[in-house]
């Protein structure tokens, strides 16, 4: 029997503590453990309380958008997003980019590999391209969506989310472009203290990286790039090798077609 689906979508004014509370659980329970330079023990589990994920992933008078994934009654992932204005040149060339970034992105262990995070930044480009309903009640919508993580996973379902169906090789080059040109103004502009503070890494050829400081293991990680070259049978486009305490930066555009 096929399993029974909830997708939804809140407002940063919406999200109350007990969805703040769920949120941080799944998170502590499922995202990733400690590596060797991490703020706890290796091999123990990242957690993070609900206070504390308020501060970080959707902080207090930010644009921010919450969307939860609910597989037969259980909490099987969620996607936190922000949005800011850049001080740099639209896709269009009208003017400053309208950015939403991911800020954080969990899938429950035993849903993954099942389109749920793909699906989930579906609903968010979906919001975020509505142009309503931030923090004072109305937005634009954003021309670019952006993400930092050590998850390969979770980049190429931000690319298949916002760069729509189709082989994605052909279109990485251009995306990486972009994040090598776009990529310093966006983050110096993020209200997001983690964003923020990310040291940019890549030159004028290779993909781009952030420092973060963020020492997450990265055996998964690893694990998904062999999957991932083993299917695809070539190279994972943002490269193959993630230093400990950085994570793949990645900003996608979105068409202008799809704005309308």
Known sequence: MAATQLFQAFYSREVSDDMLAEAARLFSEHYGVWGEGGFGKPGRRVRMSAT??????????????????????????????????????????????????????????????????TYMLRVLRGQCGSGSGDVDGATSAVDVFGILSSQPAACLALARAVGGPGDLAPRFPSYV????????????????????????????????????????????????????????GHPFPLGDHLPAGHEFLLLVPLKKKDQE
């Open 177 to 232: 472009r972009f994040t090598r040109d776009a990529a310093k103004a966006v983050l110096a502009a993020s209200p997001v203290p983690y964003v923020r503070s990310a040291k940019i890494i890549g030159g004028a050829v290779a993909p781009v990286t952030a420092d973060t400081k963020f020492f997450v293991d990265h055996a998964e990680p690893r694990a998904a790039l062999a999957r991932f070259q083993a299917q695809r």
């Open 52 to 117: 504390r994920l308020r501060d970080q992933v959707l902080p207090a008078g930010v644009d921010g958008t919450l969307v939860t994934a609910t597989l037969d009654g259980v909490y099987a992932g969620h996607v936190f997003g922000c949005r800011w204005t850049a001080a740099c040149g639209s896709d269009d060339g009208t003017g400053p980019l309208r950015v939403c970034w991911v800020t954080q992105l969990v899938v429950h262990r035993d849903y993954r590999e099942r389109g749920l995070a």
